[in-house]
């Protein structure tokens, strides 16, 4: 299975973009673990690490784009058992690839290459 199957086999359908914008997300985070690494392949190691890189892209991009859709709990209550909903405020700067690289450090860290 290669990325792109994998990203489209755990998102939901209603979560899911077109096959561009898979592409495109596929590409950057690609070229942020080659970077990252040092290296000019990614090893088939990464493979899984690299699709769910993808997904949080993705879920950053839906919550960017539709905030209303990402409620969170802002207040819990046990007696009578009451939580309210509360709109989870994105800020404009959401998941930067450099943040999703430190997300995922130590997964990627195993395959860093030195440059001499």
């Not at 405020?89 to 290459?113: D, E, H, P």
Request: include cysteine; charge should be negative; proline fraction near 3%.
């Amino acid at each position: 299975m290669d990325v792109t199957e994998i990203v489209k086999a755990k998102l939901p359908a209603d979560k899911l973009p077109n096959d561009t914008i898979i592409s495109m997300y596929v590409a950057e985070v690609r070229q942020a673990i080659l970077t990252y690494c040092n290296r000019s392949d990614i090893p088939m190691e990464l493979t899984f690490v690299h699709a769910n890189m993808v997904i949080d892209m993705i879920f950053e991009e839906n919550q960017r784009i539709d905030p209303e859709n990402s409620k969170v709990a802002t207040s819990i209550q046990e007696g009578d058992t009451r939580v309210e909903l509360g709109n989870n405020k994105v800020s404009a700067s959401a998941l930067s690839t450099q943040q999703m690289i430190y997300n995922y450090q130590t997964q990627l860290n195993k395959f860093r290459k030195l440059r001499w």
